[in-house]
């Protein structure tokens, strides 16, 4: 039911070795597939290998889907315009989008301005804290990590570290704050963006709270967002556990530490701004200063 939590990974030990946190994401794209509660897939996968230039795709057939497992962080798909110029009009195609918080967010809109039918899209949302722009991300690698950009095979954030791990298996990280501070690191919107978890899509998959298992932590947040992981469960295609207390506040620990990064972010880049009153901040968006 919504509002369920669980450890999930995937059933597919093939799945388990490509993807990334259990491989849960990949086999749920399978599974809305194979089960027919979707047409089509609509997610992002690295050209000719390169991670650093994602692409998105649609996909119908299940066995296409493993190109596409794990995570990108450098790339630059905007996926709500993807699935409206994917759908064009078709309101009667079904499609599972895995999302983003700001993907999810940009779905919405459209649905509420009818440009999509809400119930032909199943969003599977991915937590975030951020991307990193291609070529910002290959210039820090070089400059910062000392490393050539192709060796990178993962990144991640967290605990305030930019960390990377290098096709030998090596890993190296990087203070972020830092990084940022040489305009290197993730996007200016990304930094200043207080919303990690993407509660509006119908489940929210990611891995705070589930390091120490190798699994997905799984929210559920609608109705048929539960119906979907139930049937998931019931077939077979993911196994799953009940988080433990500890993981739960883990969860919300990492998740208020990076709001609270993003709304530094926001002080320092808009904290003038914010203490305008509404005339002076319309002024500021619409006026000559802001042309």
């Known amino acids: 039911m919504k509002g369920d939590m669980y450890w999930a990974r995937s059933s597919d030990p093939a799945i388990v070795d490509k993807a990334e946190c259990g491989g849960a994401v990949t086999s749920l794209l399978k599974f809305a597939l194979e089960s027919k509660q979707v047409d089509a897939v609509l997610t992002v996968k690295a050209r000719d290998g390169n991670r650093y230039d994602g692409i998105p795709v649609l996909i119908d057939d299940p066995e296409e889907l493993m ?34 918080p700001c993907d999810a967010k940009a779905i919405i809109e459209l649905v509420k301005r009818n440009q999509i039918n809400p119930e032909n899209v199943l969003l599977i949302g991915l937590n975030c804290t951020g991307t990193i722009r291609p070529v910002t991300a290959q210039r820090m690698m070089e400059e910062e990590f000392g490393v050539d950009p192709f060796d990178v095979v993962g990144e991640d954030i967290e605990d305030g570290k930019l960390k990377i791990r290098l096709r030998d298996g090596s890993e190296k990280e990087k203070d972020l704050a830092e990084l940022e501070a040489k305009g290197l690191g993730r996007r200016e919107n990304c930094r200043r963006c207080d919303l990690n978890i993407p509660t509006m899509a119908d489940i929210a998959c990611g891995k705070w709270g589930a390091e120490d298992k190798q699994a997905t932590f799984i929210e559920v947040c609608s109705e048929r967002g539960a119906n979907f992981i139930d049937g998931a469960i019931q077939g077979g295609q993911i196994k799953t556990e009940q988080p433990s207390a500890e993981a739960l506040q883990s969860r919300r620990a990492k998740d208020r530490e990076a709001t609270e990064l993003a709304r530094q972010w926001q002080e320092k880049d808009f904290g003038e701004l914010q203490a305008m009153g509404v005339e002076e901040r319309f002024e500021y968006w619409f006026g000559p200063s802001g042309q």
């Open 67 to 100: 190109a596409t497992a794990g995570a990108l962080h450098c790339v630059s798909a905007n996926i709500a315009r993807c699935l409206k110029v994917f759908l064009d009009g078709a309101f009667d195609l079904k499609v599972g989008v895995a999302c983003k």
